[in-house]
């Protein structure tokens, strides 16, 4: 149980192109979900959360018209990176967890390339 | 503020030894705390979770944690490493109260040597 899959797994787009990454909890209705950016041989840096049929909370230093969030249902979460420029390339994770469980179930990461 | 540190970049440990990778934290109240898993080029895997409760935790995949309040630690081990058990460990704590968000620790790569 607790599966999260994230399509695409990879994806390399031009500079100036917008890239959706979708995030889906298969198996159990993920009231929150977070995404994060990992860059090589470095922690997780989480850049907002979202909870269903609200808006996204970002952290501090993230750019929320850069990195639109939407959760429109217990089990999809997108993430689109808009204009995308070379130092976005990164892998993106998301992950998400349900009402009164701590722990966060992980997606397998999206590695973004843009040239 | 709640901070969580792994003072180990790698620790190498040979196959059928135990294994401990060291995490210890800073929080206010109490802490909930995690372990998880990344293989290369993949998402991370949870490996066990302490709230409450026993001080020893079991998780997946045999590994274990033991929370020890004094000394602010929550080491991950296993009696026995595999070859397989080589990859990238993440402690994490909860950042507060009332929110699911993490604190991740910086990670520690474990190789596990044949």
């Known amino acids: 149980g607790a599966v999260v899959s994230q399509h695409p797994s990879r994806v390399i787009c031009k500079s100036g192109t917008s890239v959706k990454i979708e995030c889906r909890s298969l198996d159990f209705q993920a009231t929150t979900m977070f995404w994060y950016r990992q860059f090589p041989k470095q922690s997780l840096m989480l850049m907002a959360t979202?909870?269903?049929?609200?808006?996204?909370?970002?952290e501090q230093g993230v750019e929320k018209d850069k990195f639109l969030i939407n959760h429109a249902s217990l089990t999809l979460s997108t993430l689109t990176v808009t204009s995308a420029h070379p130092e976005d390339s990164s892998f993106y994770i998301c992950?998400?967890?349900?009402?009164?469980?701590?722990?966060?179930?992980f997606g397998p990461g999206t590695r973004l390339t843009v040239t | 503020a709640q901070s969580v540190a792994q003072p180990e970049d790698q620790v190498n440990v040979a196959e059928g030894n135990p294994l401990t990778v060291k995490c210890t934290y800073s929080v206010s109240g109490n802490p909930y705390l995690f372990w998880y898993v990344q293989y290369p080029n993949r998402g991370l895997q949870f490996l066990l979770k302490y709230i409450t409760g026993d001080n020893l935790v079991k998780g997946s995949y045999g590994f274990e944690a033991e929370f020890n309040k004094s000394q602010t630690s929550f080491h991950l081990k296993k009696p026995s490493a595999l070859v397989s058990d080589s990859a990238l460990y993440f402690c994490a704590v909860r950042r507060g109260r009332g929110t699911y968000k993490y604190i991740f620790g910086t990670g520690t790569r474990l190789k596990v040597l044949a």
């Open positions: 992950s998400a967890s349900s009402g009164g469980r701590y722990e966060q179930y």
């Open positions: 979202s909870n269903e049929g609200s808006k996204a909370t970002y």
